[in-house]
């Protein structure tokens, strides 16, 4: 069968025949989806574009959750890391709301496959009324799930809440935060988890097959007056030092405002940032 003259690989442009799934020069997979950078047919597996490199953007990059009662979460890719490795839920659950961070560990391989499955599973058991305890656990079989081997074992981060009238209960495992801020002031905020980690500053606790025995901490409080509580990742609470918490507007306002100083201040990392009103109506 002669070549077609219409068609050429995408990456080397040598003739291909039609019905071929390869170039026999350069081996490229043809049928490949389109870059949106360069509008080549070259965009392989690993979300390259074989032919200009360029990164293809996902669903992932950035992305809004917002909720009928105003709770609002944001997460973002940052501006230095190829992918968003964060993940986020937020769910609510008749007169409460339910939300899940995890942050994936970057030094373990398709760390955004384990904070993906940490936050389905643990969000869905949430909602369903189980314990911190055992959609800690679910989640934790879920990402182990995703390892080969030890040497091969996504892991991520973990902090959940589930916040109504009655308080909150917030359960975490590794440096994923959660600050109270006091609606007559929410510039000072109040942390309310502890890292799990060392002093040179690497965690000691994670999700993943190679995490070994791990202890949830959990801390439920039921707060005397209306305001915020704030679940993020370390791609915003590493720029809080000094930093004041936005006083007006919705919780959708706030977040986003809080992405734009974690991104002035050079996004060095993923973000993820949920903003819950407790008491009363923001925005």
């Known amino acids: 069968m002669e070549p077609l003259a219409s068609r050429a690989c995408p990456v080397c442009e040598s003739p291909v025949v039609q019905g071929d799934l390869y170039c026999e020069r350069c081996g490229h997979a043809l049928g490949a989806p389109t870059c949106t950078s360069c509008g080549a047919a070259a965009v392989v597996q690993e979300g390259y574009c074989e032919r ?32 968003n490795e964060d993940a986020m839920a937020l769910l609510a659950t008749g007169d409460g709301v339910v939300t899940v961070v995890c942050d994936g560990v970057g030094s373990s391989p398709r760390a955004d496959e384990a904070s993906a499955a940490a936050v389905s599973t643990a969000g869905a058991a949430l909602a369903a009324g189980l314990s911190s305890q055992e959609a800690f ?43 109270w801020l006091p609606g007559e002031d929410p510039g000072q905020g109040v942390l309310l988890t502890e890292d799990d980690v060392v002093p040179t500053g690497e965690i000691t606790a994670w999700l993943g097959a190679d995490s070994g025995e791990v202890s949830l901490h959990v801390r439920t409080l039921a707060p005397g007056a209306p305001g915020l509580l704030l679940v993020c990742s370390d791609g915003l609470w590493r720029y809080l030092d000094g930093y004041r918490f936005p006083q007006a507007g919705t919780p ?6 809080m992405l734009r100083h974690a991104l002035a201040s050079g996004g060095q990392d993923n973000v993820t940032i949920v903003l819950i009103p407790l008491g009363a109506t923001h925005g």
Not at 146 to 175: E, F, M, N, Q
């Open 52 to 83: 200009c490199g360029a990164r293809q953007p996902t669903g992932r990059d950035h992305a809004e959750t917002v909720l009928d009662g105003g709770a609002a979460a944001v997460t973002d890719r940052g501006l230095r890391r190829a992918r």
């Open 137 to 179: 656990e679910l989640a934790g079989k879920a990402v182990a799930a995703l390892a080969t081997s030890v040497h091969d074992a996504p892991a991520c981060t973990y902090v959940s809440a589930v916040a109504g009238p009655g308080g909150i209960t917030l359960s975490w495992a590794g440096d994923t935060r959660a600050y």
């Open 252 to 257: 959708l306002d706030m977040a986003r405002e």
